[in-house]
């Protein structure tokens, strides 16, 4: 029968969290590791002033559709980025999860194009409204309006 060798321990390659920080820089390194391994890989830090959303990039109609609205694809600077996220940014400066990238859009025409989607979604519900009281006065139907209690507090005759 063959002996068997011992185990012999190896010992790891020097790397910046075997010695080649100071204790202060390696608690920062270790805190960010933990910082990031506890957030969801779609969690983005925006700078101020900017909102961003996740864009399927194969989608070239739903790219063209969000460039349109006035988001842009993420360009930032690899020594340098402006986002704090879990995700590495990419030599390109783009940030790419799977089949997503990040997509950045001014937050004063965000909020524009939440209004103006806001202000679009009253109208329908008014317009099928009025439409719905217009239909059922010309079947000669009453319609009427109740309060949170159930009163009846309008009627359309």
């Known amino acids: 029968m063959a002996a ?3 185990i012999v321990p190896v010992s790891a390659p ?12 390696r608690k920062s390194r270790l805190e960010e590791v933990r910082r990031r391994m506890s957030m969801s890989t779609l969690t983005v830090s925006p700078p101020a002033g900017w909102v961003i959303r996740w864009a399927r990039h194969v989608d070239a109609a739903d790219i063209a559709r969000l ?3 006035g988001y842009q694809i993420v360009h ?3 020594r340098n980025p402006r986002y704090k996220t879990a995700v590495r940014i990419r030599e ?4 790419m999860i799977g089949d997503v990238i990040l997509m950045e859009i001014p937050q004063e025409v965000w909020e524009f194009l939440r209004e103006q989607e806001t202000e679009k979604a009253t109208q329908m519900v008014q317009a099928a409204e009025s439409d719905f ?4 006065h010309k079947e000669g139907v009453p319609t009427f309006e109740r309060d949170a209690k159930g009163r009846v507090v309008k009627e359309h005759t």
Do not use: M, V, W
């Open 92 to 95: 390109d400066g783009t940030y």
């Open 14 to 25: 020097p790397s910046p969290l075997n010695g080649e920080l100071t204790p202060e820089e």
């Open 4 to 6: 068997i060798d011992p």
């Open 76 to 78: 930032d600077d690899p």
């Open 67 to 69: 460039e349109y609205k």
């Open 133 to 136: 009281i217009e239909r059922a």
